[in-house]
């Protein structure tokens, strides 16, 4: 019994040295960094609607005029309301820290206005109130002006929709200029017009 023992661990370390094959460390996962790591959140719980990104310094800020009604452009948002939704055509500009910045203009069924100036960025999606119109055309800074999450959601759904739908193209970036953003919505426009369900 002992011998047949002796005699199989003999054959076991022939055939090893035999076989001239040793362990090789694993191979190191291919690509750059973790990119091959899957990114496993869900999108409520991402801090932007686009991959993140370093912020651009503010640019000083400079009032348009007050909003005309032959200028005013109006939009349709994702969710329904009540409000007339528009923006001033002449206000509507893409600055070089990548912010777009515009005059919005909601009007209740009852005929109440409010005018603000805002600023969006695309990446990572924010927007902030630069100020507050007042009846007589001129422009009052809001006491606090902090960046704030654009989301999907009552009345935020308006910087939603300029954003997603209008703003910013699908690499974070916002488009060009105000003439490349109104092209994009009237485009939007002629597909809802069109659509039959």
Known sequence: MK??????????????????VSPQPAEPARGRGSADIPDTALPSTRSSIFAPRER??????EFPPAP???DLRQITLRNLTDNKI???????TVTPDAIVRYTLVVTSPQGARNVSYEGIRCDPAEWKTLALGRSDGSWARPSEAEWQKVEERGYNAIRYTLAKDYFCGLNGDPLKDAKAIFTRMREQRALRDRRTD
């Open 3 to 20: 011998q047949g023992l002796v005699a199989a661990a003999l054959t076991l370390a022939v055939l090893a040295a035999c076989s001239g």
């Open 86 to 92: 528009e923006l001033d055509s002449k206000a509507l």
């Open 68 to 70: 005309v009604d032959a």
């Open 56 to 61: 651009l310094p503010e640019q000083d800020l």
